[in-house]
């Protein structure tokens, strides 16, 4: 295997893309190493969008690892400094972060290089094994195995100033009637939560009884609640999805292994590469970042007795009609060990609320809530749950999915204009599409300076740097970054 490189970069406020990107050129090339080796840029966490870095990362077309400023004080370096020391609370951020995104074993290529306002260090990951894997880096959380930062969301690629395309959160939420509900429950705020109402809401909307329903701090804390109480001998996700259920598994001590589909297939799930012993199997419908809709029976045949199925459905409220939903209570009969995480965020604009569920069989529901904190749901977000499953609630909700469709079609219909861009999935079903084009990463800064504020989809397992999520938005939006968009590709040299 060809060697592996990772640039470790500390850059002061002041450092920008005219001091950052030719002091990385320099150290690669004093390192006698060749930027096509870089694997990715690595810095103190909160640093991955200052403009040096990122342009950086764009010029060698390669991801931004920003890790944790305990993780990187771990980390034995040759040249430390006092001063870094006091300010970060680590001794180099340019050598630490190289050694640890490379991983057990790496050594420093180039122990540091300095400009006025900004250090690199290059470091060398170890050979691979005989077998040809490719080691796990050693970082402390373990969220970063092959180099997909799995902590990555959509909200760090947001700025002042940027037009959001890269989070899915629906425009223009929430809504005035349910912010009115919201801050009428303030008024109860002294009291604890009570969350009997909003569990029998939200049963109802599906057809369950009260004890199939668990109330949760978004879906991701019903991640971590799975993630605690599960015991899985092998625990299997398929990819490319919300690396947030993969994220919560590592965190719990788990170990997990990946199903990656296909994107020459579409991205289509195919039940027989799951293991037949996984215990633990984890699904979006419709994913999160293809956009792809898999039949419910496709699903339902990842089921068995003995295996725990969960089904992220966090993005199933924008689809018209909720086909291939397996949430109500009539589709979810006959699948053993069905788990359905269902979330409010995305059509609801609830991302600071944070409100989800989990709708699962008595005994599942059970075990997560002994393992929840007291009180995890707030008393606003419990308010909001009831509303937003309301008879009103749910028309709205309707037909904002008609609308979304409608204006994902002229989306994709505007992207057939442009050469060489590709998007994921045959019928996408989301509200966002993912793109393929080449030197993504660069397009992604370049929109950056035009704007334009999109997903990238490297830090999904089964991506590389040349996808790109957008989130679907009104067609006068669309307009607007598509022009960008256009103007970018036809400004960039062909590759």
Same mark, same amino acid.
Request: aromatic share 4%; hydrophobic share 50%.
């Given at each position: ?38 694997v990715a840029l690595a810095t103190i966490a909160g640093k ?71 250090t690199v260090a290059v470091a060398r990951a170890a050979p ?43 425009a223009g939420t929430p809504p005035a009637w349910l912010a ?122 990842? /089921? ?100 979304? /469709? ?90």
């Open positions: 295997m060809s060697e592996r490189l990772y640039v470790g970069v500390g850059a002061g406020s002041a450092a920008g893309t005219a001091e950052v990107v030719p002091l990385v050129r320099a150290a690669l090339a004093e390192a006698g190493a060749a930027g096509a080796a870089v991955e969008r200052a403009p040096g870095i990122a342009a950086a990362a764009a010029h060698l077309g390669v991801p931004v690892l920003g890790l944790p400023p305990a993780d990187l004080a771990r980390v034995a370096v040759p040249t430390p400094s006092g001063a870094v020391l006091a300010a970060l609370g680590t001794p180099s951020v340019a050598e630490a972060a190289a050694l640890l995104a490379a991983g057990p074993g790496a050594a420093l290529a180039l122990a540091k290089r300095k400009s006025a306002h900004a691979a094994p005989a077998d040809g894997t490719t080691p796990t880096p050693a970082r402390g959380d373990d969220m970063y195995p092959d180099g997909h930062d799995l902590r990555h969301h959509g909200d760090a690629e947001v700025g002042q100033g940027l037009v959001d395309l890269a989070v899915n959160v629906r009115e509900v919201i801050g009428r429950s303030l008024a109860g705020l002294a009291a604890y939560p009570d969350g009997r109402a909003a569990r029998h809401a939200v049963a109802l909307r599906h057809g369950r009884p009260d004890p199939e329903v668990l109330l949760t701090a978004g879906a991701a804390e019903a991640f971590v609640l799975l993630a605690r109480t599960l015991r899985p001998r092998r625990a299997v996700v398929v990819h490319p999805q919300f690396t947030e259920p993969e994220a919560a598994l590592r965190a719990a001590g788990h170990a997990v292994e990946r199903v990656v589909l296909d994107p020459s297939d579409g991205f289509r799930l195919d039940p027989g590469r799951i293991p037949d012993d996984a215990d633990l199997v984890v699904v979006g419908n419709p994913t999160n970042p293809t956009s792809v809709l898999h039949p419910s029976a496709l699903v339902r045949e990842l /089921a068995r007795p003995g295996r725990t199925l969960v089904v992220d459905e966090a993005f199933m409220d924008a689809v018209p009609g909720e086909r291939e939903s397996l949430a109500d209570g009539s589709t979810a009969a006959g699948v053993p060990g069905l788990v359905v995480l269902r979330s409010l965020t995305k059509t609801w604009g609830l991302a600071g609320l944070r409100v989800g569920y989990v709708l699962a069989e008595p005994e599942v529901v059970a075990a997560l809530e002994t393992a929840q904190p007291l009180w995890a749901v707030s008393t606003p977000a419990l308010a909001a749950a009831v509303a937003c499953v309301s008879d009103r609630a749910l028309e709205e909700a309707a037909e904002a999915a008609l609308q979304v /469709a409608a204006d994902r079609s002229y989306l994709l219909e505007r992207l057939r204009e442009l050469p060489g861009v590709r998007t994921a999935g045959d019928a996408p079903a989301a509200p966002f599409l993912l793109l393929r084009l080449p030197g993504g990463a660069g397009v992604r800064a370049a929109l950056r300076a035009s704007g334009y504020a999109v997903r990238r989809g490297d830090t999904f397992p089964g991506l590389d740097p040349d996808w790109l999520r957008v989130a679907v938005r009104d067609r006068r939006t669309t307009d607007g970054f598509l022009d960008a968009l256009a103007a970018v590709l036809t400004s960039r040299p062909a590759r």
